[in-house]
């Protein structure tokens, strides 16, 4: 049994806690000691939204549109819109410079922000010391990492909806509101355009766990944020030139960003789930084992950064 004045900073003390009220909680119930009160999910927010990192994220998401669409208008427009890539048909409208935005984004610069938010999180604890302090306030250790993981999650998600909702308003600006073309053939409405844009953006923020559950196990193993979003950069891209390697067939289907372009199939004039659905089933059995070792470790990790 876990020694009663061993610091919370060490396993098991958390339980003791949670069987030992606070002192005069007898006289006025407010003072007990409530576990699921510590660390408010608003109070890890605020904190995130006020660090520089995320506000510096924020205003280059809201200018990469902008520098996209003035590279276009400079360079005078695609030159062939009735090419089959979707940088042939990206100055087509709104619709067309999203999805054109989504698909030059999703490959690397979105690893690297969800790979940041979800890698840095609880290293950054660390590195500064303050991880200790956390929990002993006492925040329990499981509580800690869920709401670090909800909060990096929940900015993770906003960026990958906000960039195509963005980039769609700036591309009409520019370039105006017709329906989006598929590059595939044919011409969606309005309705099918936001609907497709939709599952797009949908299935990118699926993808996104992968990097967000192997970045937040690298975070609970190191001190060291840029270590922690390095390493599940790093981890992406090498998965991606192994998935580039054709003789691995059939082994490529197994890598983490084997999937990644699938929501190009959302833009068929028929759409097809099959890619989709395994690209998601994949994500989440990565995701599960990565937050599932990052839990077990973290519980068994002594804090004394």
């Known amino acids: 049994m876990t020694d ?14 949670r069987a030992a009220p606070a002192a005069g909680a007898d006289d006025d119930p407010r003072l007990a000691f409530r ?42 427009g695609s030159g062939d819109s009735g090419g089959a890539a979707l940088v042939d048909l990206a100055t087509d409208g709104a619709g067309n410079f999203a999805l054109f935005t989504e698909f030059a984004s999703v490959g690397f610069l979105l690893v690297v922000i969800v790979a940041m938010f979800c890698g840095d999180t609880v290293a950054s604890e660390a590195g500064w010391s303050s991880l200790r302090y956390l929990l002993s306030l006492p925040v329990p250790r499981a509580r800690l990492l869920r709401q670090k993981l909800l909060v990096a999650l929940g900015f993770s ?31 969606f409405s309005y309705l099918a ?32 944020p840029l270590a922690a979003v390095g390493g ?61 070792a990052a839990w077990i470790r973290f519980a068994d990790k002594d804090i004394t950064s």
């Open 4 to 17: 009663p004045v061993s610091p919370p900073t060490r396993r098991g003390v958390h339980a003791l806690l």
């Open 35 to 76: 576990l699921g009160a510590t660390l408010p999910l608003r109070v890890e927010f605020r904190r995130q939204l006020k660090r520089r990192r995320t506000q510096w994220t924020g205003i280059f998401l809201l200018i990469l549109p902008i520098l996209m669409a003035l590279a276009f208008k400079i360079g005078g």
């Open 157 to 187: 998600f906003a960026v990958n909806l906000l960039l195509p909702g963005w980039a769609y308003l700036v591309g009409g600006i520019f370039f105006g509101w017709a329906p989006a073309r598929s590059p595939f053939g044919g011409t």
């Open 193 to 224: 355009t936001v609907e497709r844009m939709g599952i797009v953006a949908g299935y990118a923020c699926g993808q996104a766990l992968v990097v967000a559950g192997l970045a937040f196990l690298l975070s609970v193993l190191t001190d060291a």
């Open 232 to 292: 599940a950069t790093f981890l992406v891209v090498v998965s991606n030139i192994l998935d580039s390697i054709t003789a691995l067939n059939p082994y490529r289907v197994v890598l983490p960003t084997h999937f990644q372009y699938s929501w190009l199939d959302a833009l068929t004039p028929t759409i097809s789930w099959d890619d989709m659905v395994r690209g998601s089933c994949l994500a989440l059995i990565y995701t599960a084992v990565f937050l599932t």
